[in-house]
């Protein structure tokens, strides 16, 4: 028993040095540096598209590289791939299991990838030979559902899950190559650096975790949150990360200061944080909301510049296409919005 | 108790399931709001009883009102948010309109009444059907109009009666038995726990078209409130085990105690985080300004595009554009932000590699693209791309020889015994790294990119010739100007 007093002592004294270590770069704040800069004037969106389709809950969706193309993931047992400007639905692929919580559309335009509650990770080709859509893997290991997936490319995926770990699968052996231990709660979302070489992971531990995906290490976790953090993102830079939590604010960490540089909040926004984007400069920060709103944030000076109101449940998923060009937002609602 | 323990400038998530339940979370805010709304000495709003015919309305106040309040006491400037807030505290049904089982809030004369905390959300109700039944059918035994079941109700009404076709003599004695306690109260009393009653029946048995403000999130699900705290029925029908489980049965995580050499674990991890160079915060947030003052004038939603956006105007011209390889000066310009900024470009790897061709030094970018396809290939195709690599770039004698440091070289032949998707990494770091501080910013200031960047028309008569015929002239001119045969047979001889 001692010895575990003994080692827990030099766990908590390393934890102070490294708050202070944290603490002496601290020669200002983000906000103080952004002081001279003047705020984003007001962010005005419409919706330009409504995607209707699906007959229930949407949990997620994914844009595909192609800045046209996305995915969307539905509680009727459905995940259909739109093409959003005509907002005709290119494939509407049934699923063995109804109770989805998340899709991945492969960089590569040829794979998309779901999963929930059956614990495993499936994917979709969507270049078949006959043009039929097949299950082409089924990624089985999980003892947990799965919350997050996100595609390195068509032979390789990462998906967090509610047993606490990440993964990283090679698709075609159908195995997995590294497991990502060290989260205390159910990881609930992951976002891939865009070097490819990283990624982070947010859980219901209140805390997100970078990992380096070919040497499998955690290397450097985040607190500050209250409660479960629901998303999580990359800074366009890809030096920064910016966590949703349920506790009703969204922060931005940096790696290299390796420190949480800005919270941002409003009294008036009691509803947490479901998912989130951020603009293709990263000035601008899109969240999605409980309470049916997207707040749009000046990602540098923290304040609201803009809201985005037109749904009439839970925004559940958001994302910027890769060209910076529009907004897609998913909603319990059951209807996906385009906005720009 | 709680087991958690102290994260670096965070608490980590406690096992706790009451408090930690989102929903949880909300009510905790709303009720410290709809507490002080309420509290008239304190500033609340002013709940009156008002008069309407022939009788009187109790203990209301107007949606206007809740508004104002709202705007001064939490600071909302815009009418609009505090609507969309309060309409929010009615959604899950701490207010509510007396007239309406819509649970919304009008920023008008509209009158609402105030939750008993007894029908609080945060109390966790997960009234059954049986006892939906039990008021429904309560409802149809009072002759009042004011309590006139809505058509919906009366298909509610209608289904449950043929559910429960076999008890519905005790949910009928139920009922006649809360209508016996009901009557005894006063009847300004009433008039207000009917409602009350009402509203509370409107969060769990919504208006169809009407969000159910008391769904959860799946993921959520299996963290929620302990069962012994869940409260099943209103009227005190004792729980008949019935009840419908949750479609999902997860088996909550059972948390072990660390152990040694977790915690031995956690220190290693520790030293690595406090080995770790920290940059300076103004560093860091320079950085910041300066990335998004860069991509500022590429992001749509911030600057105008040009040409339109292609959601906006249905013209893609845009789209077209980038897809072309013939680059506009504006993208152009992101090349020179940085080398990933050029090679993300196909336009742009396109027209570094021309550069670098021309300066004969095209095998570190040909050998950096073929390592990112490696990365990609299927795995059984990896082991012999990899090797053609090594032949074509790396080997004794091979045809485009790139220059690596010894060290990375060893690594590589190392990692090369067994071929992976990332035996180059070392290497292509390096290249990239020396592509980056030389090749890349003679690029940047070459003909080739400057031509683009600036929109140069190229001339018929190249002004490389032009220069090269001056320079000959200029060597002429200098031969003849000295003493003729020592220099002349200087330069023969070179």
Redesign the interface.
């Known amino acids: 028993m001692g010895e575990i007093e003994e080692l827990r002592k030099e766990a908590d004294s390393l934890k102070d040095q490294i708050t202070a270590a944290r603490k002496a770069v601290q020669d200002t704040t983000l906000q103080e540096a952004v002081a001279s800069i003047t705020v984003v004037g007001r962010v005005q969106m419409k919706t330009r598209k409504t995607l209707r389709g699906h007959l229930a809950k949407i949990y997620a969706m994914h844009w595909g590289a192609d800045a046209k193309l996305c995915v969307s993931a539905s509680q009727d047992g459905k995940l259909i791939v739109w093409d959003s400007i005509t907002t005709n639905k290119v494939n509407a692929i049934p699923l063995k299991s109804s109770w989805v919580m998340t899709c991945a559309y492969a960089p590569s335009g040829n794979l998309v990838a779901c999963g929930g509650l059956d614990n495993m990770c499936s994917i979709y080709n969507l270049k078949g030979k006959d043009g039929n859509v097949k299950v082409m893997r089924e990624l089985a290991a999980h003892t947990g559902y799965l919350s997050c997936c996100r595609f390195l490319s068509d032979s390789e995926i990462i998906t967090s899950s509610g047993d606490c770990t990440c993964v990283l699968w090679d698709i075609e052996t159908g195995t997995q190559k590294t497991i990502f231990a060290g989260h205390q709660g159910d990881c609930m979302s992951l976002a891939v650096s865009p070097d490819f070489n990283f990624f982070i992971s947010g859980a219901c531990d209140f805390t997100a975790k970078l990992w380096d995906i070919r040497e499998g290490q955690c290397r450097q976790t985040f607190g500050g949150h209250e409660s479960d953090i629901n998303a999580i993102g990359f800074f366009p830079n890809g030096n920064a990360v910016i966590t949703g939590s349920d506790d009703a604010t969204c922060k931005l960490y940096d790696l290299r200061a390796d420190q949480e540089l800005i919270t941002y909040q409003d009294s008036g926004i009691m509803c947490g944080v479901t998912s989130l984007a951020p603009s293709f400069s990263g000035r601008l920060l899109l969240a999605g909301y409980d309470d049916f709103n997207v707040n749009i944030w000046d990602a540098l000076k923290a304040e609201r510049v803009g809201v985005l109101a037109g749904h009439d449940n839970r925004v559940s998923c958001i994302g910027v296409s890769a060209d910076g060009m529009a907004c897609c937002t998913g909603s319990w609602d059951s209807f996906l919005k385009i906005w720009n | 108790m709680a087991e958690g323990s102290?994260?670096?400038?965070?608490?980590?998530?406690t096992t706790d399931p009451e408090e930690?339940s989102?929903n949880m979370?909300?009510y905790r805010?709303?009720e410290d709001i709809v507490t002080r709304i309420q509290d008239e000495k304190a500033g609340g709003v002013a709940i009156r009883t008002v008069k309407s015919f022939l009788s009187k309305i109790p203990s209301v106040v107007s949606g206007a009102d809740i508004v104002q309040w709202l705007m001064k006491n939490?600071?909302?400037e815009d009418p609009a948010?505090a609507i969309?807030?309060g309409s929010?505290v009615a959604a899950h049904g701490y207010i509510f309109p007396i007239s309406d089982h819509v649970l919304t809030l009008k920023d008008d004369g509209t009158l609402y009444r105030f939750q008993s905390p007894y029908f609080w959300p945060s109390n966790c109700w997960e009234p059954e059907n049986t006892d939906y039944a039990i008021y429904l059918c309560k409802r149809t035994m009072q002759n009042k109009a004011r309590l006139e079941l809505a058509d919906y109700e009366a298909e509610n009404l209608a289904r449950l009666q043929r559910a429960f076709a076999r008890k519905w003599e005790f949910i009928f004695m139920q009922a006649e038995a809360q209508v016996k306690i009901d009557r005894k109260k006063d009847k300004a009393e009433r008039k207000i726990l009917d409602s009350q009653e009402r509203a509370f029946w409107d969060v769990h048995r919504p208006v169809p078209g009407c969000?159910n403000t008391t769904?959860m999130d799946?993921?959520?699900c299996?963290?929620e409130r302990n069962p012994h705290r869940v409260k099943k029925s209103v009227y005190g029908v004792p729980d008949d085990g019935q009840s419908q489980p949750s479609?999902?049965h997860?088996s909550s995580?059972p948390t072990r105690k660390p152990t040694?050499e977790d915690?031995?674990k956690?220190?290693t991890?520790?030293?690595?985080?406090?080995d770790?160079h920290?940059?300076?915060?103004?560093?860091?947030?320079?950085?910041?300004?300066t990335?998004?003052e860069?991509?500022?004038e590429?992001?749509?939603?911030?600057s105008a595009?040009e040409p339109s956006?292609?959601?906006?105007s249905d013209d893609s011209t845009?789209?077209d554009l980038?897809a072309s390889r013939e680059p506009s000066q504006q993208r152009v310009k992101k090349w020179g932000f940085s080398l990933?900024e050029a090679l993300k470009d196909p336009a742009g790897r396109d027209q570094f590699l021309k550069f670098l061709e021309s300066e004969f030094s095209s095998e570190n970018l040909r050998f950096w693209l073929a390592v990112q396809d490696l990365?990609?290939?299927?795995?059984?195709e990896v082991a012999s791309r990899a090797q053609e690599i090594w032949q074509e770039f790396l080997a004794e004698g091979a045809p485009s020889s790139i220059n690596l440091d010894s060290h990375s070289y060893e690594r590589t032949s190392q990692n090369l015994k067994d071929p992976g998707?990332?035996s180059y990494?070392d290497a292509q770091e390096h290249i990239f790294k020396l592509m980056k501080s030389d090749s890349y910013a003679r690029f940047l200031r070459s003909n080739i990119y400057q031509d683009l960047l600036l929109a140069r028309k190229k001339q018929p008569a190249d002004t490389e010739q032009g220069r090269r015929t001056s320079l000959e002239k200029f060597t002429r001119s200098v031969g003849k100007s000295l003493t003729g045969k020592r220099l002349t047979g200087l330069m023969q001889s070179s």
Not at chain 2, 309 to 312: D, K, Q, T
Request: charge should be positive.
């Open positions: 102290r994260d670096q400038g965070g608490v980590v998530g930690d989102p979370i909300v805010k709303i939490l600071s909302i948010e969309h807030l929010l969000v769904e799946i993921r959520k299996r963290r479609p999902i997860i995580q040694k915690v031995q956690e220190i991890f520790l030293n690595i985080q406090l770790r920290c940059m300076k915060v103004s560093k860091v947030a320079d950085s910041l300004m990335y998004t860069q991509f500022m590429y992001d749509p939603f911030v595009t956006n292609p959601w906006i845009f789209w980038e990933e990365k990609r290939r299927p795995l059984q998707r990332y990494e």
